[in-house]
């Protein structure tokens, strides 16, 4: 059952083409509200005149070379005119593109002295943005001296990024990653002994929170509520930074209260009413959680409109909903993927639209395809990337060039992970020896647009982004959609909500074909798994299996499992495994270990329930080592609904503990059953409540069907089905060709359903 009942859908977000559209939909220039001034007289700059402009910036090329090449060859990206002499359209045109990335060109002519006419507006109607003209023609150019000499001519006809006042500058260091830079720019700014302003601490709090240290950012955060007096917007930022900075402390009562006092200040404030019922569900605090849900409903609702005499009211501040949050609540795609796209404008402050048909660079025939990987700091919680990376390396270099774009500041822990130089070295064992040619770029110090020249001009044919929900900073970079495709991976929230995001990579049971409407990328399907599981981590030393009764359990009685967070245990699965505990004779449920206040309240909900709440075995929170050695001793885990555990579900299938799960609508609520796929048990996807108690019931029942099980699983995993990157990676390199294929023949980006690799 949705946790969220009959919510109602998000406020309207204006859809964007979809790969069902006519062919000719997608040649429309799609432009941002408010980006395009007044309609001014106007004239086309003619395509080769750009070109040139470009090519300007270029050294020319030697005259061996020249003479080897027609007067004016037919591709524009060979064209090396004569410098022009005056640069000043590509430096107005790389100025404006840096705040207008969207695929329609605008360069302002500013009006002679003398002249009172306004402005002449030159529109360039190309089918690429700024970056992928200077990407085709640096692919034309040896990848040392030009290209590096195109990148720094374009950025420095760029604002500087660095601009503004000291607060701003330290914002902007934190929406890049770099918040150790951003303190340091604040204690400068420190106005002690003068008072410090609510502002100051704010910024002192965000950064800390990047940091992940919550009571660093608690303090800060609390110091700035103390200094907002009246400032409503300061107030609210407070709360929220606060709220968040708890959470991380594990202090989630306290953390409810500060986003319920977001809410009653603000309440049509959606994002505040869902943090109040995620924390509310971690403190398993049902009764206040419903309330919070029910608030999270009337938030969504339509606005009444006031009274034709009513005083004017202070604007409401409301904050997007967390898609990965939303996701542990409800399994309705459509749901998940309005609160996505809202999300991604909140970021980037504007709708987004999808950008037209993009074409690749032209390529010799069976060349290698350029395949860039972004690889950021990844969010607390989210699956590691190093398998999709050990996938990637797997590649056919036959068949595929890597580079890598590492955008990881120097506090990110990445940094410091010994696979990061594994990869570094092996990456560049490709290409030997000189760094101007080297596939590896460090991009920790390049803002959004700096980044996102620097990958167009590798003229990729496609960029693997690890994360598509990540800083501002990269999503701004992706969406000038620097490469001719872009994909990202399935996660439990679904679609990116980000319209730059060509293909969603995933497999038949994470993202069935069905879903492909509730998903702002097109579905792209692999055969058996969209990603390799991380391998079981060795201990550093052996462990001792513990007994039954080290643990508390009985001796001989069925035992289900879940290790779950509290947070994820929501009443109407609670209710769920007491039913399965009701019709299985002495059966227990053991469970994650959890404070005292959680343990009173979820023995409470038990009896109330009509069962014995001595049932209820909680277990000892313990090292990732000591607590994999005792998964063996549960006969079956049960998983959550609809936030499906994956990782949960990783380690006891890894221990070699059968797994049941019920197999929802939204990727989150799939990802245990992809796993059971994947080692060939379907029989333990349960489509809907009902099956899932039957299954779980006959299960607990019947201990030769759950022997047999365990040496079923046993059998499969000697495959190693779930980690397997050089399979994948086969599987992979023949989706990616039929990306390429499509965009090849100008169609746009469309649902591929998994085929068997050749």
């Not at 929406?175 to 303190?183: I, K, S, V």
């Not at 620097?482 to 991976?489: D, H, K, N, V, Y």
């Not at 513990?546 to 245990?569: H, N």
């Not at 001595?614 to 001793?633: N, S």
């Amino acid at each position: 059952m949705d946790a969220l009942g009959p919510l109602p859908a998000l406020p309207p977000v204006r859809r964007t083409p979809s790969s069902d559209h006519a062919p000719d939909e997608r040649h429309r220039p799609g432009t941002l509200p408010g980006s395009v001034p007044e309609p001014l007289p106007r004239r086309t700059l003619p395509q080769q005149a750009l070109l040139d402009a470009l090519a300007s910036r270029l050294p020319a090329e030697p005259a061996a070379r020249r003479a080897e090449s027609p007067q004016r060859p037919a591709t524009p990206a060979a064209s090396v005119p004569t410098p022009s002499p005056s640069p000043a359209p590509l430096d107005r045109a790389a100025a404006l593109l840096r705040t207008r990335p969207d695929p329609t060109l605008l360069i302002y002519e500013r009006p002679t002295p003398g002249r009172t006419a306004p402005a002449t507006q030159v529109a360039v109607n190309r089918h690429e943005p700024l970056p992928q003209l200077l990407g085709e023609l640096a692919a034309q150019t040896p990848r040392s001296t030009p290209r590096a000499e195109l990148l720094s001519k374009t950025r420095e006809a760029s604002p500087n990024p660095g601009t503004g006042t000291g607060l701003t500058r330290a914002r902007q260091l934190i929406e890049a990653g770099r918040p150790a830079e951003a303190l340091d720019l604040l204690d400068q700014l420190d106005p002690a002994p003068q008072p410090r302003t609510a502002s100051w601490h704010l910024a002192r709090a965000a950064a800390w929170q990047q940091l992940q240290r919550p009571q660093e950012a608690a303090r800060e955060a609390s110091a700035a509520l103390a200094r907002t007096g009246v400032d409503a917007p300061t107030r609210h930022a407070a709360l929220q930074q606060l709220g968040q900075a708890l959470t991380l402390q594990g202090e989630t009562a306290e953390a409810a209260w500060c986003h319920r006092a977001r809410l009653a200040e603000h309440p049509r404030d959606s994002g505040a009413a869902l943090q109040a019922a995620s924390a509310a569900a971690t403190e398993a605090d049902w009764p206040a959680m419903a309330q919070d849900l029910s608030r999270l409903e009337q938030t969504l609702q339509p606005a009444p409109a006031p009274a034709p005499a009513a005083a004017p009211t202070r604007p409401e501040i409301r904050t997007a909903l967390d898609p990965a949050l939303l996701a542990a609540f409800t399994d309705d795609p459509a749901r998940l993927r309005q609160a996505a796209e809202q999300a991604v404008q909140a970021r980037l402050g504007r709708r987004v639209e999808r950008s037209p048909a993009r074409r690749r660079a032209a390529r010799a025939p069976g060349s290698r395809l350029r395949l860039g990987l972004l690889l950021g700091t990844m969010p607390a919680g989210a699956p590691s990337p190093w398998p999709i990376v050990e996938m990637l390396m797997a590649l056919d270099p036959a068949q595929f060039d890597l580079t890598v774009y590492a955008d990881l500041p120097e506090e990110s822990p990445a940094r410091n992970d010994a696979r990061l130089q594994q990869l570094r070295e092996r990456i560049e064992q490709r290409t030997g020896p000189d760094p101007a040619n080297s596939p590896w770029h460090d991009c920790a110090d390049s803002d959004e647009d700096t980044l996102a020249l620097t990958i167009s001009a590798d003229a990729l044919d496609l960029l693997a982004v690890l994360d598509a929900r990540s800083d501002t900073r990269r999503l701004a970079t992706l969406a000038r959609h620097p490469a001719a495709l872009q994909i990202a991976w399935a996660d439990g929230a679904g679609s990116t909500g980000a319209p730059f995001i060509d293909y969603l990579v995933g497999d038949r049971e994470r993202t069935p074909i069905e879903l492909a409407a509730d998903t702002v990328e097109a579905i792209a399907q692999m055969p058996s798994r969209h990603r390799p599981s991380e391998p079981p981590a060795a201990a550093p030393e052996p462990c001792e299996r513990p007994s039954r009764a080290d643990c508390g359990l009985p001796g001989t009685a069925m035992v289900y499992a879940c290790f779950a967070r509290p947070g994820a245990i929501l009443p109407e699965q609670f209710a769920a495994w007491y039913r399965i505990l009701a019709d299985t004779a002495g059966a227990v449920l053991w469970l994650r270990g959890a404070t005292p206040v959680v343990r009173a309240r979820l023995q409470q909900a038990a009896a109330g329930l009509g069962i014995d709440p001595h049932r209820l075995i909680f277990a000892a929170e313990l090292e990732p080592a000591r607590h994999a050695a005792r998964l063996p001793l549960a006969d079956l885990v049960l998983d959550t609904f609809p936030d499906s555990g994956e990782r949960r579900c990783l380690e006891a299938l890894q221990q070699g503990v059968p797994v049941l799960s019920r197999r929802g609508r939204s990727p989150g609520s799939r990802r245990a059953g992809a796993l059971l796929q994947a080692v060939g048990l379907p029989e333990l996807v349960c489509d809907g409540p009902e099956r899932l108690h039957i299954e779980a019931v006959r299960l607990g029942r019947d201990a030769a069907r759950r022997a047999a099980l365990r040496e079923q699983l046993h059998q499969r995993l000697q495959a190693d089905p779930l980690h397997d990157p050089a399979g994948l990676a086969r599987d992979f390199a023949a989706l990616v060709r039929r990306m390429v294929d499509c965009l090849d023949a100008g169609l746009p980006p469309v649902p591929l359903a998994a085929l068997p690799a050749p």
